[in-house]
């Protein structure tokens, strides 16, 4: 890292979290616009795998800007997911699973405990409504729902793990850390992470969720990251959990041609 002043790390961290968040608004919108046009009834935000689709652009996007940013203190991209030293891929992979398990347990807490504060005795059964849009745009041929669902994952899975870890915990974490308190950086690498899925809510009530819930995702991941002082075994749980989420965009349109449902 070069001999910058401070404010210029916390000046292009903090630009850094603006951009991801500001292109992934931008790519949710055009793509609700678009669908729109093919059907005007459809409600905002649209259906989860167009969603992932719209992802692809904003995570080339912000691992170039990742990069730049990197190379202006003489560092690289593969420098930040490198394994550390007498640390092979099998031991991540063990790492990423445990990391998965830690970070599930506060994760669904958080959405229960939210949703609770929310709708009180009724939380489960508003479950049914609060993340659920059925006007949501979508695509209702079976056909060209299993084909952009297989794009969807395709470049889903593999790039937004990646791109957001970079973001998120490796560029932007790891700039202010090194100017503020670490508590204050955390937390502020870790709402812009929840705040970035505010616009995947279906509902006013799930974008609260959404928010509380991922920022506490990010705040574990945080932990993880500079505890192990390495990206690579929170990126691949990161990366299982966006490969489960959007299999189902397979998965559905799959078994819908094939008659099972």
């Known amino acids: 890292m070069n001999a910058d002043a401070p404010s210029s790390f916390a000046r292009r961290a903090l630009g850094l979290l603006g951009a991801r968040l500001a292109l992934v608004g931008l790519a949710t919108v055009l793509v609700w616009m678009l669908s729109r ?3 005007p009834s459809a409600a ?52 990423a ?18 949703m609770w504060i929310l709708h009180g005795a009724n939380t489960f059964t508003a479950f049914e409504t609060v993340f659920v849009n059925s006007d949501a745009a979508s695509v209702t ?11 969807a994952v395709i470049t889903f899975a593999p790039l937004n793990a990646p791109a957001e870890e970079a973001v998120y915990r490796g560029y932007a974490l790891s700039r202010l850390s090194g100017i503020w308190p670490r508590s204050l950086a955390i937390a502020a690498c870790s709402v812009a992470f929840g705040l970035q899925h505010a616009f ?35 990126a691949i749980s990161h990366f299982v959990v966006n490969l489960m989420t959007s299999s189902p965009a397979v998965i559905f349109p799959a078994l819908q041609l094939a008659g099972v449902i």
Do not use: E, H
């Not at 041929?141 to 794009?151: D, E, N």
């Open 37 to 39: 046009g093919f059907d």
């Open 200 to 234: 995947f809510a279906p509902t006013v009530d799930a974008m609260i969720v959404y928010v509380v819930a991922f920022t506490v995702w990010g705040i574990g991941s945080s932990l993880i990251a500079q505890k192990q002082k390495r990206l690579m075994p929170i």
């Open 44 to 95: 905002f935000p649209p259906s989860p795998m167009l969603l992932s689709l719209s992802l692809l652009p904003v995570n080339l996007i912000s691992l170039w800007l990742v990069i730049r940013l990197l190379r202006v203190d003489g560092q690289t991209l593969r420098g930040l997911f490198a394994p550390r030293r007498g640390v092979g891929l099998v031991a991540d992979i063990g790492w």
């Open 141 to 151: 041929s079976p056909v060209w729902a299993l084909v952009l669902g297989v794009v």
């Open 97 to 114: 699973l445990l990391w998965i398990a830690v970070l599930y347990i506060p994760f669904v807490a958080t959405i229960i405990g939210t």
